[in-house]
Structure formats: C-alpha cells, structure tokens
C-alpha cells in the first residue's frame, strides 16, 4: 500500500512539472510575441515620421512646380501597379472561366 501511495505522489508530481513547463513556456512565447509586435509597430511609427518630416522638408526646399511634378510622379508611381494587377487578375479569370468551360 505504501509504494502505491508513493507512487501516486510521484505520479502527481509528475503532472504537476508537465504542468508548470507548459504554462512557463505558454508565457514566454506570449511575452515575445508582446515584444516582437511593440517593436515593429515603433519601428512603422519612427518611420512615418521620418517620411512626415522628409516631406516637410521638400515642401520647404522645392519650388511649387517642381513640387507639382514629384506629386504626380509619386501618383504615377502609385497607380500603376494597381492598373498591372486588375489586368493580370481580368486575364486569369478569363482564362479560368475558358478553361473549365471548355474542357
């Protein structure tokens, strides 16, 4: 009977460590993650201010027309992507649909 008994503590104590390791593990992994996500969102915080200010400082340094042309570059810039994307997407659905239409 003792050695049953002994046993069983040994059996809990077991549990007991199987525990302790998952929930030690559980909060290491979750306090990383805190961390890794604090740091990138600080990271796209400074960099915004860094575009913000870099910015500011065109506005202060070019002149209007000059200023006027980077704009609509950088919109140029901005849209072409976008119009390559909603004709690639337009031609593979086109031939999706061909395909399983007519074969």
Do not use: C, F, T
């Amino acid at each position: 009977m003792k050695k049953r008994q002994g046993r069983k503590v040994s059996d809990q104590r077991e549990v007991v460590v199987v525990v302790v390791v998952v929930v030690v593990v559980v909060v290491v992994v979750v306090v990383v993650v805190v961390v890794v996500v604090v740091v990138a969102a600080a990271a796209v915080v400074v960099v915004g201010l860094v575009i913000v200010v870099l910015l500011l400082l065109l506005l202060l340094l070019l002149p209007p027309l000059l200023l006027l042309l980077l704009i609509l570059l950088l919109l140029l810039l901005l849209l072409i992507p976008h119009y390559h994307d909603y004709y690639y997407n337009y031609y593979y659905y086109y031939y999706y649909y061909y395909y399983y239409y007519y074969y």
